[in-house]
């Protein structure tokens, strides 16, 4: 029998929250045709407006392009001394440059900040042919590696995000994206708080608005093409937590700065995280059969904790689910049920739930004890039972 006990809103005084929400009704609006609000240190998605959906991501998709070569920064196949050739395709690519001349080298070092602070194509495609042997090549090592990092819902076709049916990526990647880079790469994320950077002789500023707008913005990525509308990539720490915020679709450069520094405010300013049961802490009970004690308490062995946007916070419930009543003998610590928790019109989270102590079986007196009562109790509907 299913035994399910649902606490609307409280569960044992303390309000709680569903981790990755997807809002039925959305506690703020933004002009933004797509974005996503990620919390670094957890991984939740705090807010997002189509953020699954596939879209043209202009300049932003040089993040994955940069993410590749951190990744071989890293293992030691790349150095940021190492010389790279620039072809004539690369030195021919239009959009924004960093003005790499045919025929020469230039340091991968060099490369990268002109892929990060000023968004040259031309880097980009010396990186990817210097790297795979061709721009192409890069495109399938970039669709092979994001496959590899969970990026489902991303397909590249180029290394500089120049304008092409077949390159897409969903706001969520981008958000994933930044947060690897972030966490696996911290000694060039510095890169991205970069604000100028000057390369035969013309110096060009670092076109994140953020780094001006927002206190404690370091990074990350604008983009735009006609099809994709104004975009940005961007993260702040404050108060020793970092938000992630993307969005993209907006329709002019001024609106994009404006409404990204809102964004990143709501993302700090609105959202909280508290925790309300600790390891060890009792959730609830479930009724026992032919044990000694009627109830067995069921106890948690994780955090449960809440991080959500101030106006959801009476929209959620937890509900303790079992199968019982739960036949002794019980062992202390058995897995007797789960802890769901979800927010109002959001997916669930759930946490497994223990017995928080051993429960004996009744001897033989005991049952047969037991089993007269049953004889002579009257028929009484189930109560909390679905």
Known sequence: MLFVRTFAGIVAGALLAI????????PFETE?????????RTGEVLYEK???????????SKLMTVAVVFEQLKDGSLLLNDEFDVSEKAWRMQGSKMWVRVDTKIQVEDLLRGV???????ACIVLAENIAGSEEAFAELMNRKAREWGMNDSTFAN??????????MSMKDLALLTRKIIHDYPEYYALFAETEFTWEKIRQPNRNPLLDTFDGADGLKTGHTEESGYGLVGSAIKGGERRIVVINGMQSERGRTTEAT????IAFNDFSAKSFYEPGDIVGNAAVFKGKEKTVPLMTTEKVGMLMHRSMLDKTKATVIYQGPVEAPIRENQQIGLLRVEIEGGQTKEYPLYAGQAINELGILGKIGMGAKMLLAKPEAPTEVQ
């Open 116 to 122: 990060v602070v000023q968004s040259g194509n031309d």
């Open 262 to 265: 809102r964004m990143m405010r």
């Open 50 to 60: 189509n953020a699954r959906v596939p879209t043209a991501p202009a300049s932003m």
């Open 19 to 26: 981790y990755s929400p997807v809002f039925a009704q959305s």
């Open 32 to 40: 933004a045709e797509y974005a996503i609000i990620l919390d670094y």
């Open 159 to 168: 290394a500089s995000g120049w304008p092409n049916p077949d390159h897409k």
